[in-house]
């Protein structure tokens, strides 16, 4: 949705906002124009950078003529007043997409390793046989059984009990809430 | 200087992981660059506003001030 906000006024001073100047550069020269050749207003400055007209005028000039003097020229979906919240989308995407990508190249990597090695391993199994193999070559290495620190087995303590019991969660759930 | 094995296989597993998954992971890097740029182009936005902003403030300041001399002089007179 497009909208022009009437972001400040004072006496001969008036601020619009139109977010979508951004990359109109030809749409700030025309409003720019527009604007200037109203009775009373002396100077137009516009900044797409930001959206904002900032217009210095008589302190006869409304700031409703000058809003609706850029309508005309912008064609906003809507005109907001001194302080009111823009719109928001109502459409909030499922899935970020910078996950619906990762999951699409873990997918991929995954079916090029049952490729490779003709269905004997996908991702999980290799990653769970590599973190096998680097904690055996280790301890085989070093001769030594060293424990991880406090709050690693913490962590690894509850995620084990919170994969491992999740029916039972589940169920106490249910109970909790009947 | 003594070679750690376990370090050692494990910077060449990565190595060699990396450079076989890297054209998969080619478009999420992309995206996560492109929402960088996109967040700190907004956060610059919005900086720029807030700076519009506190410009309204102080010229609303220096009106009320002015008005308020002109009320002080003509209360005087």
């Known amino acids: 949705m497009r909208w022009l906000q009437i972001a400040h006024i004072l006496p001969g001073r008036t601020r619009l906002r139109f977010p979508a100047l951004r990359g109109d550069a030809a749409a700030g020269e025309r409003i720019a124009e527009e604007l200037a050749a109203l009775p009373g207003v002396r100077e137009v400055r516009v900044r797409p950078f930001t959206g904002s007209i900032l217009v210095h005028h008589e302190p006869e000039v409304t700031s409703a003529t000058l809003a609706l003097a850029a309508h005309r020229i912008l064609a906003p979906d809507r005109i907001l007043e001194v302080g009111e919240r823009p719109p928001r989308s109502p459409d909030v995407p499922e899935l970020s997409r910078i996950a619906r990508l990762a999951a699409k190249a873990f997918r991929e990597i995954d079916r090029d390793v049952r490729r490779a090695s003709q269905g004997s391993l996908d991702l999980g199994t290799l990653v769970t046989l590599g973190f096998f193999g680097a904690g055996a070559a280790d301890v085989a290495t070093s001769r030594e059984l060293v424990l991880p620190p406090w709050f690693n087995l913490a962590w690894w303590g509850y995620r084990t009990f919170m994969t491992n019991e999740q029916d039972e969660i589940h169920s106490a759930d249910g109970v909790d809430a009947g | ?77």
Do not use: C, N
């Open chain 2, 1 to 77: 200087m003594k070679l750690h094995f376990p370090s050692f296989l494990a910077g060449v597993v990565a190595g060699a992981a990396g450079a076989a998954i890297a054209p998969r992971l080619r478009p999420v890097a992309l995206e996560i660059a492109t929402t960088f740029y996109r967040a700190s182009d907004a956060l610059m936005v919005r900086l720029a506003r807030k700076r519009e902003d506190l410009a309204d403030l102080l010229a609303e300041a220096k009106a009320q001030a002015r008005r308020r001399l002109g009320s002080t002089r003509q209360a005087a007179a």
